[in-house]
């Protein structure tokens, strides 16, 4: 089976690879060990820059069923700060019907898929996915945060910022209408709470902790407001979880090798970055693919990653230490114009360099003082 580009892993990222790939022309195939719908316990939250990025992959997420949100909301016991996306639209939309959206699309444009199988050998020209050998010209690895493909081209990651186990993360939908169109994001002792719309009639709560032992319900007891707004709604979902962390391949180009998505940046879920991250590097890698010179995609990805990187850093100092987020929500909540500048680069409406970057990613003076 000959093919021009092997993606391995048929997750958000691998798919928007192979659509990208396609787009240009090019014969893709996706290997994955898992069936659709595949799912994957996150905040599933799609910012506009991810938005954006999937309407020129030619996925229109209006068209899903799902709820749009207009900015975010941070509140502990003490303050509270909400912010408004100066433009664009966001989307709550369910993991698994993004993967479905995204499965058409890529089918549409030709992709041929072995769901099912895995990769159990490969060298720089050839990979065997159970029975089947294939010849390719460009290898992608869409594998996932403990990507064995990055781990065989010697690329595996050389940081990461909360330990070598990372975070977990937790995810519950329940049956009641959004009280909000603001993503809510609940911060708490060594937790934290994010709640995003997904439906006229439905929500999505996500847990993100350092906690192993620690469930949804169990965490909807530190946070009384929003186990109120909760009380009676019947769950729509099973609890699902995953591993969650920051971590940063030495490289994101190997020869004829890409990575993308975890496999090449892990963002801590709480950012609610990592499909935006996903969505714009495919886009770049497309155009490299096609050029034939994946150096462009290794110098777009560094770009597009930094800005979500350095927020997550800031998002992990706040979640680690209470005095820090005490101080950083009450300024937040002090100088909503400062807040509002913080989402705005978050979401990709405004560049970094324009802003305060000490006060916005080690928050200086202006937390102390707060």
């Not at 009641?176 to 709560?205: F, K, M």
């Not at 946070?223 to 009676?232: I, Y």
């Not at 050029?291 to 992990?316: C, F, N, Q, S, V």
Request: glycine residues 10%; charged residues 20%.
């Amino acid at each position: 089976m000959q093919t021009d580009v092997l993606v391995v892993g048929g997750g958000p990222a691998g798919l928007a690879a192979a659509i990208a790939a396609a787009e240009k022309g090019l014969q893709v195939a996706v290997v994955d060990p898992h069936k659709p719908p595949i799912d994957k316990a996150c905040g599933e939250g799609l910012l506009p820059e991810a938005v954006t990025a999937l309407r020129t992959l030619g996925v229109e997420v209006d068209c899903a069923p799902g709820f749009r949100f207009v900015g975010i909301q941070f509140a502990d016991a003490e303050s509270s700060a909400a912010a408004r996306f100066p433009q664009g639209r966001a989307y709550g939309v369910r993991r698994t019907a993004l993967h479905q959206m995204l499965v058409e699309r890529a089918s549409a444009l030709g992709v041929a898929f072995l769901w099912g199988k895995q990769i159990t050998s490969h060298d720089s020209l050839h990979a065997r996915a159970g029975g089947d050998k294939f010849s390719f010209r460009w290898l992608v690895a869409a594998d996932g945060l403990h990507s064995p493909i990055r781990r065989k081209a010697g690329l595996n990651s050389v940081w990461r910022n909360v330990g070598p186990q990372g975070r977990f993360a937790f995810r519950r939908h329940y049956a009641v209408a959004p009280w909000s169109d603001l993503v809510e994001v609940y911060w708490g002792e060594d937790c934290q709470a994010i709640v995003t719309p997904t439906g006229r009639q439905e929500v999505c709560v996500a847990v993100f902790t350092s906690d192993r032992r620690l469930r949804v319900d169990s965490a909807l007891t530190r946070f009384p407001e929003l186990a109120k707004r909760l009380a009676g709604a019947p769950p729509s979902s099973a609890e699902a979880g995953s591993r969650t962390m920051l971590a940063q391949a030495r490289a994101v180009v190997h020869g004829n090798i890409a990575l993308i998505g975890d496999a090449a940046c892990s963002i801590d879920g709480v950012a609610g970055q990592g499909l935006n991250l996903a969505f714009q590097s495919a886009i770049y890698l497309g155009e490299a693919l096609a050029r034939e010179d994946l150096r462009g995609y290794a110098t777009a990805h560094y770009k597009i990653t930094r800005t979500a990187t350095r927020m997550t850093r800031l998002l992990l100092l706040m979640a680690g230490s209470n005095w820090v987020r005490r101080k950083a929500l009450r300024m937040f909540a002090s100088d909503p114009d400062f807040f509002s500048k913080m989402i705005s680069i978050h979401a990709g409406a405004a560049q970094p360099d324009a802003f305060r970057l000490a006060e916005l990613f080690d928050l200086g003076w202006e937390v102390l003082r707060a």
